[in-house]
């Protein structure tokens, strides 16, 4: 069964910096694109940064670029998220998200996700 375990997120400033981990088990890690997801309250899922399965590529949203990074270990099964200049609209649940496009089907996995809130 697959696992995906999301950490770190809490109560920050505004300015201050988070870093989130997604730990993933039951599945083979390295051929997943993995990405990081948030949910405002009465807004709609929103992608946050995703990153391909040997980490060659990265994307962000708009709202993100430039304060916050992907990365991924591979030997550790975790994608983390740091989280740089938080601003109060970063406050959000935050999930990591697990998946695989082949020819027969997609594979998507969610974490149970994290709150991050930023405040002062």
């Known amino acids: 069964q697959v696992h995906l375990v999301e950490s770190g997120g809490g109560l920050v400033q505004p300015g201050g910096s988070l870093r989130l981990s997604c730990a993933a088990s039951g599945l083979t890690f390295v051929v997943y694109t993995m990405s990081w997801y948030r949910q405002a309250p009465g807004k709609e899922r929103e992608l946050v940064a995703g990153?391909?399965?040997?980490?060659?590529?990265?994307n962000y949203g708009d709202s993100v670029k430039g304060r916050f990074t992907i990365s991924r270990d591979n030997a550790k099964n975790t994608v983390y998220l740091q989280m740089n200049s938080l601003k109060p609209e970063d406050t959000a649940v935050y999930y990591c998200n697990a998946q695989r496009i082949t020819r027969a089907t997609t594979f998507d996995y969610w974490g149970q996700g994290t709150q991050v809130t930023v405040s002062s």
């Open positions: 990153i391909t399965s040997l980490g060659g590529t990265t």
